[in-house]
């Protein structure tokens, strides 16, 4: 162990200090965002910085720069140009500062591959963010069995474990701030947790540990009491569990568990009065409201930070007026409403593209020993991409951080994978 923290210590070169910062920053994202956020922003300036670090020869940036462009220019454009006749327009500064929610993940995206792209990267980085998740364990244990609760803050309130108390907030937090941040966290996090602990070696010690993070990751993560996390986890244990399960009773599975989702809510749809709002189910609601929003702005969007006003503002929640809903449940639709449909669309299918991608090329060509390490990488980000169709955790930016970790650790696997040819 000594010798591991010395060898992680010694610094060969300016690339190896960003690595090790980028690995620094993935353990202390669960627990100390701002420390995390600082030893990214080194990594990124070192990345950006070297020669090797040619942006504009992946071709897929093109688009991802165009919508980049939209959503300067959208918000210019909602800002300064064409207003929306609204109180809350009036105020320019929060619109603007809303950008900070995207541009930074636009920039990690492309420096952060720099990190991933190896395999034995993307394995130690996952080794990192498992070990970063004691905290978070920690401060559930807290919360849960010993009724500790919070906030309790350090280095002058930038640190917050918020603790909050289990009857106000209906579940378990830890040091999240909301029950959903937690269990998608934790949901992410599991699958990463069992491959290590089924290529643990018989280390005794080690393999109890892992043992010990698993059982207590599933336990929390049920103890927030969302939905989806309980959908997620049973998705994972028999993602996990039956690896070896036929390709086609899998796709089967897939598509019969897609079909049974569409066709909820189909029939929620059908079965609510056309002429009575208030009788949707309220994530419906909300949709149907966003929807309405969207048409009305549907090329530059309403800007950032503005749902929660407008969805009021337009009685869309009749009769929940002036109940607080701030954001759309969706993120699709959240970036629609925000910059227009280009740019939802844009970015949509880059992260479909790539998703695929890697999918297709795992399940019919790639067949090294080291794949299901990369399936487990695509199954957490899959996990973090549907939660954001029924939830937007994104504004967090421990979740928004781990998203785009994830996402360009598959940019980094498309580009490895090679299909063999006839």
């Not at 920053?25 to 965002?33: C, D, H, T, V």
């Not at 640190?159 to 830890?174: D, L, M, Q």
């Not at 800007?303 to 109940?323: A, C, D, Q, R, V």
């Not at 409403?337 to 790539?354: D, E, K, M, R």
Request: aromatic share 18%.
């Amino acid at each position: 162990m000594i010798r591991k923290f010395k060898s992680f210590l010694s610094i060969k070169d300016i690339n190896e200090l960003g690595q090790k910062f980028f690995y620094l920053g993935i353990f202390f994202l669960p627990s100390a965002l701002p420390i995390s956020g600082l030893l990214f922003i080194f990594s990124l300036i070192i990345s950006f910085s070297l020669e090797e670090n040619h942006y504009f020869g992946d071709k897929l940036n093109l688009p991802i720069n165009i919508s980049l462009i939209l959503i300067i220019l959208s918000t210019i454009n909602t800002a300064f140009i064409n207003v929306p006749k609204y109180e809350i327009y009036s105020e320019k500064s929060t619109i603007l500062i809303s950008l900070f929610n995207w541009i930074p993940i636009f920039l990690s995206y492309w420096g952060f591959q720099n990190y991933l792209n190896t395999l034995e990267k993307r394995i130690i980085s996952a080794k990192f963010l498992v070990s970063g998740i004691f905290p978070l364990l920690v401060s559930c244990i807290m919360q849960n069995f010993f009724s500790m609760y919070g906030p309790y803050k350090t280095l002058f309130g930038l640190i917050v474990w918020f603790n909050k108390p289990i009857s106000a907030v209906g579940g378990v937090t830890g040091l999240f701030s909301n029950p959903n941040y937690t269990g998608i966290f934790l949901t992410l996090t599991i699958p990463f947790i069992y491959f290590f602990f089924k290529n643990s070696r018989n280390k005794t010690l080690y393999t109890a540990i892992l043992l010990i993070f698993l059982s207590l990751s599933v336990f929390f993560a049920l103890a927030t009491k969302s939905r989806y996390v309980l959908f997620a986890l049973i998705t994972s244990l028999v993602f996990l569990l039956i690896r070896k399960i036929n390709k086609f009773f899998l796709f089967l599975s897939i598509g019969i568990s897609g079909s049974y989702i569409f066709n909820k809510l189909v029939k929620d749809f059908l079965e609510f009065n056309i002429n009575d709002i208030s009788s949707l189910p309220s994530r419906l609601r909300i949709w149907l409201g966003t929807i309405n929003l969207i048409k009305e702005r549907p090329f530059w969007g309403w800007g950032g930070s503005t749902f929660s006003y407008m969805i009021n503002e337009k009685s869309y929640l009749i009769p929940y007026k002036h109940i607080e809903i701030s954001h759309s449940h969706n993120l699709i639709f959240e970036v629609a409403y925000n910059f227009g449909i280009p740019v939802a669309l844009i970015l949509s299918l880059i992260v479909l593209f790539i998703s695929f991608g890697v999918l297709i090329k795992f399940f019919l060509f790639n067949k090294n020993k080291n794949n299901f390490f990369n399936k487990v990488w695509l199954f957490s980000f899959a996990t973090l991409m549907v939660s954001h169709l029924v939830d937007v955790t994104y504004y967090d930016g421990k979740i928004s951080l781990i998203f785009i970790i994830l996402l360009s650790g598959l940019r980094c696997m498309k580009k490895e994978i090679i299909i063999p040819k006839n």
